[in-house]
């Protein structure tokens, strides 16, 4: 997969292990199959940057599949003689994915050519860009975290950690939590899920501290960080719901259980009593972190058969499945925090937008003494 980040500033450093660790991240997590070790994903940068600093050009970035090889034919650019066999043509649409529908949008009748396209792969390339824009925010201490919520029926109990104890704890873990009783009831339960041929999804969550105020703008619908952010988690594969704060808890609860008391402190300016509304009033940050979750389906394809129609004979078969996961709620919180940092990243751009790293951080400078005066 090749990406293209177009507006990187000059002079940012680039730290290609952090690059590398955050596609890695993305790999692990229990309920995982084979096929995670096959692909060591890890991302080539082929222009853009030089001698380990951004030059301001566009930063091109490959991430190889090492089982590429295998399917150098069947994918092949030009065309190739073969049956139907040795092309893999698809013509079973799956239940859950983009096959059937793509294969009718774009008149495709090798459904192949949906299903590579529309694969969760495609998430190590959005894990790699944003891997770039969080060393960016980085550079100015934004610092993001993210963890497991829920796994079906298993919920993790909520706590306080501090964010860097809480990205310790959850880098440790299988499923990304923060304890081990709760890690161990997922893992039990993704087990008895698999054991049943099924799937199962489940709620990550991310945190972005350091957030200055004043990302995105209420001026206008498009502008609003949060309308941002939630359009980018829908957009992550199988990802079916968004929140900011806590969500869709507003809607049970009074007003005055919802809204953060504003105060006022020498040293720290303007903040907020507590933050359940996510670090967003108005569609613009407010200074608090900006938190974040995100609902992921169960993974469409399963051992236990679901009914579809095949395209050719317009008959009814049951999907038989060779290989799949039965979890990939880890794998989604690595990619939440990756689609988050993208999207803060572009408002950080916007609003403190510059051609150097050294014209950003006047921009920024001059910016929180002009909010520290206010
Ligand atoms: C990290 C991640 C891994 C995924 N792995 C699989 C998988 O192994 N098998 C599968 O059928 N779907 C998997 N999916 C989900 C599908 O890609 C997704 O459901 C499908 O593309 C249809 O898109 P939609 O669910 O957003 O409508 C995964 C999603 C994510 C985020």
């Not at 940012?12 to 997590?29: H, P, S, T, V, Y």
């Not at 698809?90 to 396209?117: F, I, S, W």
């Not at 087990?191 to 945190?207: F, L, N, P």
Request: some cysteine.
């Amino acid at each position: 997969m090749t990406a293209i980040v177009e507006g990187m500033p000059s002079n940012l450093a680039i730290d290609f292990e952090q690059l590398n660790f955050q596609l890695q991240r993305r790999q692990k997590g229990y309920g995982r199959g084979r096929r995670m070790q096959i692909e060591t994903d890890t991302a080539a940068i082929v222009g853009g940057v030089r001698h380990g600093y951004t030059t301001g050009a566009p930063i091109a970035l490959v991430v190889e599949n090492n089982d590429w090889k295998h399917w150098r034919n069947i994918m092949n650019v030009e065309p190739i003689e073969g049956s139907d066999e040795e092309k893999r043509r698809v013509h079973r649409p799956r239940p859950g994915h983009a096959d059937l529908n793509g294969g009718l949008k774009y008149q495709l009748t090798d459904l192949r050519n949906v299903l590579e396209r529309s694969s969760a792969r495609e998430t190590a390339a959005r894990v790699a860009v944003g891997a770039v824009a969080r060393q960016l925010l980085a550079a100015f201490g934004i610092k993001i975290g993210g963890q497991v919520i829920r796994i079906g029926e298993i919920e993790a109990p909520p706590h306080s950690l501090p964010l860097d104890e809480m990205i310790e704890r959850t880098e440790q873990s299988s499923v990304r939590v923060v304890d081990s009783a709760t890690e161990q009831a997922m893992e039990a339960y993704i087990d008895q899920i698999k054991a049943e041929g099924d799937s199962i999804g489940g709620v990550v969550e991310c945190i972005v501290e350091g957030v200055p105020v004043g990302l995105g703008s209420h001026v206008q619908y498009d502008r609003k960080l949060d309308g941002r952010i939630a359009q980018a988690v829908m957009s992550i594969n199988a990802f079916k719901g968004v929140e900011i704060g806590i969500g869709f808890e507003a809607g049970r609860l009074r007003g005055s259980q919802v809204h953060d008391e504003i105060l006022y402190d020498e040293e720290k300016g303007y903040t907020r009593a507590s933050n359940r509304l996510g670090g967003f009033e108005g569609g613009m940050t407010n200074g608090m972190p900006i938190v974040v979750r995100g609902v992921m389906k169960p993974i469409p394809t399963l051992y236990k058969p679901l009914r579809s129609v095949d395209i050719d004979t317009k008959e009814a078969f049951t999907a038989q499945v060779e290989r799949s996961d039965a979890c990939a709620v880890p794998a989604a919180s690595v990619v939440l925090e990756h689609v988050v940092a993208w999207e803060v990243a572009k408002a950080f751009l916007e609003k403190f937008g510059g051609d150097s790293m050294e014209e950003i951080r006047a921009n920024y400078e001059q910016y929180l003494q002009q909010v520290a005066r206010y």
